[in-house]
């Protein structure tokens, strides 16, 4: 049966709409995985939406800041950092339960690929779609809200310098934070403040955010809290002056990007270029490398340039990425 269904001339067709339509339920569901929406009449982040909702701090904390239970993960390539890069994307499900919807997907692609390709090409599909499309999504997600906060970050450092100056304990600060910056800022701030009025130390928490931020500015903030916690000072000063610092940061930053500009997109071309050429080739003639596949010489000279593309698309992005 499967056969005569092979044989008939519009098979490859239907395969190819049913890859398709794949492709676009998989992204589809990435999509609504990972976005969230937001409502403006609706509280402005996803913890004032928790205390609207009744949930008690014991709640909050628990959805908010999971217990990491993906240590076995280090060890995997590219997928041992998952547990880090969910957080930071403000993702609370299981990196377990990720993989494993991942598993699923290749599996699934792989097999509705296997109709028009060979296994090997098949395997590769899937793994491409249902594991490297997906977590690539959850990095750029993760990426852009470490941005949006590092944005944010000076603004809520004045508004805790101003508390601070009219006299407001340092807690108060914080939750004046949380209650008047928006997402993502205003979540991370929160549970702090949650963290502190549920029992632990105010350092503690700090640096249990900047563990989960990793970022140099987010550390600057915590080290900051450590040093007058611990012997004393002018902390609004302390917080107006890092507030200043990021700025100049981000300021630096962007003239730089503007600048290296030219770079990056002849990086981006580069490295594009010879999948653009193999692909074209190929579409425009089939029969360009299949005449040479059995050549003993093939494989390792494919090997060679496959090498070699990866090593130049690496060497010029590494020379256009500045760490400021």
Known sequence: MI?????????????YTALALGLFVLMTGLYQLVRRSENRQEARSRRMKMIERGASTAEIIAVLKPVDRGNWMVRLPF????PKVMRQAGMTGSPTTVLTICGVLSTVIAAAASYALNIPQSIAVGFVLGFFLPIAV????SSARVD????????ALDLMARGLRVGHPLNTSIAAVAEEMPDPIGTEFGLVADQVSFGEDLVDAFAEFAERIDTEDVHYLCASIGIQHGTGGDLARVLEVLSKVIRNRIAMRRRIQAISAEGRMSAYFLSALPIVIFGGTSFMTPTYYSEVFNDPLFVPMAILVVGFTLMNAIILTRLVKFRI
């Open 148 to 155: 949006a906060m590092t944005k944010l970050l000076p603004e």
């Open 138 to 141: 959850i990095r750029s997600r």
């Open 79 to 82: 997928f041992g950092d998952l």
């Open 3 to 15: 056969d005569q269904l092979l044989d008939h001339p519009d098979a490859l067709y239907w395969v």
